[in-house]
């Protein structure tokens, strides 16, 4: 997956988060901070986040059943990272 297609998933996560009107403060801003690691993570410049994997799997699994846009989005995000070695 090219950068820019990443870029896109990222702006519909964060898109996502906006729009997620029952979303409490503490979740928004966990959600907020893992699309900041996946950034990074994306970046192939920076250093490896070695907990990335753990980080989105911690989120699919608290977010599933509440906010499924979400989730999708992220499992997506983590399919492409993966593909991409991490």
């Known amino acids: 997956m090219s950068d820019k297609e990443m870029s896109e998933l990222l702006d519909e996560l964060r898109s996502a ?3 997620a009107d029952s979303l409490a403060g503490d979740d ?4 907020d901070e893992l699309v900041r ?6 970046d192939e410049d920076e250093d490896d986040d070695p907990n990335i994997v753990e980080h ?14 979400l989730v999708q989005t992220i499992n997506r995000i983590a ?4 593909a991409g070695g991490i």
Not at 37 to 42: G, M, N, Q, T, Y
Not at 58 to 68: K, L, N, P, W, Y
């Open 37 to 42: 690691r996946i950034e990074v993570e994306a």
């Open 56 to 69: 989105i799997e911690d989120a699919i699994g608290r977010f599933e059943a509440e906010h499924v846009g």
């Open 79 to 82: 399919n492409v990272l993966s």
């Open 28 to 31: 928004r801003t966990q959600l």
């Open 17 to 19: 988060i906006a729009n």
